[in-house]
């Protein structure tokens, strides 16, 4: 092993790709976006007989959440957003839609509550602020399911606010909490926030237009990130107008145009009986085969906490409908799409459960009695004593470093881990938990439903359905009509790749990192730590890159064949330089056909010769100025294995608002991840030609797939994205890499 540096900066290309995202994810809940040009489509509502109507994003509007509510431009329509949001999520509290309420309600107390972890962060938000305005103690103390405290909060806010800039930062430390997933709040729990706050937005007149608005944000939103092709699932109930928007988003830039997609998603895989095959069948079904153009282009089979899906029902579904899907799918004129997508939640997962849930959740559950009015006295207190005890710890930690920086300063910085961190609450004999995502049991759950989700989906393949002769995976290795592509899908890849060569993936570690699903981080230290994973401006420890890398990108010379390491050997063998391996016609011959193997389908005549250029750039930049033979042999054998990996360089953000994430960065942390699993033995430069030739390989992968399976013409313009100053580190385990972000252009 070897202390290695990056040679010089590294200038980042454009990932104009999202292969997977949720739609009502995808802004952030403030961002730093605004928006750079006047956006104007007309939209025809697809009720019949609406009147066509024009939406608006104006040039400098936030493409956020907080921008959206916030009705316009400046500091003020900021300020206007942050509590327009925060006054959305009490009514959400108020009218029937509480979570806690629906848990109170509930027989079986047992089952997590979609929400309730973002509902408790509510409560919580509300009993700081009563204790800030000296309330009355039976508002101070009231129950989490009762929605006097709500209502007071809400009509105190717009006074309480006015001058008060300190009680904005609180309400931004809340609005974060409650709209996109952290280490306490499961990723889910926001989407069902985010979902309460735009129903919320289509009832109230005083918010008519800002539906539309949202939608047409979220495109220009990506379009500013740099996505030019994307994947959005959303509900059959909304998709209709978002492919409206869609369709007219497309049309904007004819210079620089974008390709925005859409699939429509489901749950009912984890109901009981045929309910999936009677939501395809009558529901999703309509959508993929009407007439005239549509930005849709296929199915998302939605993931679950703890439950295994009915893939068999999802491809029964395929089979049976081969005929009526082919009016609208293939190589004919006017078609939506190349294939119909096939997206395939497996090893979905934040491991919300009976015992990893609300403090409020997990009190029902597992206490004598329900919570009462002994119970909220003592939690409101609780909340009381981690307020101030969060601000000491800040007053006591006033310095951090680069990649592990110091809190922001505000009255309630830090307050979440002094409140779940520990499990300091005990009443009634029942030591309190919240749900943690770097809690052992967390990542106890999440392996152990991933695992058993990719299993299941391996024995589903296997399956031989009565009265086929073949079974299911044979059937879509052999059908041009469907692109199956597994998402999240971290656990056993190496396996499934290797089992079901013509099924994708599709990657977004960093999302995975932070809200859980991969498990990475053991602790919130560790977690916090490893900012440089996270944001790709910090520290990463070594495992988590061995770890990471393994999962989705293992790149050891064992994952080949014995005769493909007995052609490598003998190439080597004959050959005085390495350049010489790579430019003998026998060898040429040869590695093309494992290229074309290992590549398929998007490995054609037309492509083939530049992979193999690629290939033979990557092998000399890591191996070209040493004559060690060993060394050739791993640069030439560790290349091809990376090429054989493709499937796992599509890249997705999976909500880049809600998961924390962006496809710029996930593009950079995937091209570090493989960098630093290529890097020869002993090796002490990063040669920023390699990451440049990493880049192309991503990129090339990415656009073939598209142009295969959705567009043969597309449309890309190259662009710039920021890049890499330094990265360093000593390559070995409980090691450490360190990595510095180039400084955002000024405009």
Partial sequence: ???????????????????????????????????????????????????????????????????????????????????????????????????????????????????????????????????????????????????????EIRGQLRTRVQGNPELIKVLRYFNNKIYSANKYTPFDDCYKTRSSLMKAVKRDPKYAGRYEQWMLATYAFLYQSGVRCNQAAMGADEIAAADQIAQAFNKLNPKDPSSYRLLVHTSAGYMPGDSLSKELKGTILPLLNQSGPSTVIGIDLLGTETKVADFSQFFQFLFDNQSELGKYFGQAKGARSQQVICHIHCGEGAASTADNRSMIGYYYVNAAEPPGEDFYRAYSAYIARCVATAQGRLADEPRGSRGAAPRKKSDVSGLFDELFRSDSLTHA????????????????????????????????????????????????????????????????????????????????????????????????????????????????????????????????????????????IAMVRAQTSLADVLSNQENKVWLYSQLNAGLAPICNPANISDYYALYAKLVLQLAGQTTIKSYWFDALTRSLTLFNNWRSYLLGADGQGVEHTDVQDEFLRMVILLAYQLLPAGQTRVLDETMVSLQQLVLSIATDYWETTVDSSLTLIPDTALGLQTMYGFKSPASVVALTRSKPDKT
Wanted: proline letters at 6%; glycine letters at 8%; one cysteine or more.
């Fill in 1 to 151: 092993m070897a202390f290695f540096e990056l040679t010089s900066p590294v200038k980042m290309q454009r990932y104009p790709f999202d292969y997977h995202s949720h739609f009502g994810g995808i802004l952030p809940v403030e961002g730093r976006l605004d928006a750079s040009v006047d956006y104007e489509i007309d939209y025809q509502p697809p009720k019949d007989g609406a009147t066509p109507i024009k939406v608006t994003v104006p040039k400098g509007q936030r493409l956020s959440l907080v921008g959206i509510m916030g009705g316009g431009t400046g500091e003020e329509a900021i300020v206007e957003g942050t509590v327009a949001l925060f006054d959305l999520a009490l009514q959400m509290m108020i009218e029937n839609g509480n979570p806690l309420n629906s848990l109170a309600g509930k027989a079986n107390k047992a089952q997590y509550e979609r929400g309730e972890c973002a509902a408790e962060s509510i409560y919580i938000a509300c009993v700081v602020l009563a204790r800030r305005w000296s309330l009355s103690p039976n508002l101070i103390n009231a129950f989490a399911s009762s929605p006097e405290l709500y209502e």
């Fill in 429 to 568: 004999g029942c030591t309190l938990r919240r749900f943690d995502i770097n809690s052992p049991a967390s990542i106890a759950i999440v392996a152990y439903n991933g695992k058993r989700s990719e299993m299941a989906m391996s024995e589903t393949l296997d399956t031989v359905p009565p009265p086929q002769s073949q079974s299911w995976y044979a059937f879509f290795a052999g059908s041009p009509q469907f692109a199956i592509r597994l998402g999240h899908a971290y656990y056993y890849r190496n396996y499934m790749a290797a089992r079901y060569p013509a099924i994708a993936f599709d990657t977004n570690m960093g999302s995975n990192a932070i809200t859980g699903a991969s498990g990475l981080f053991d602790s919130v230290e560790g977690y916090r730590i490893n900012r440089g994973f996270r944001h790709l401006d910090g520290y990463i420890d070594t495992d988590v890159l061995h770890q990471a890398g393994n999962a989705v990108a293992y790149l050891g010379a064992n994952a080949l064949e014995q005769p493909q390491v007995e052609k490598f």
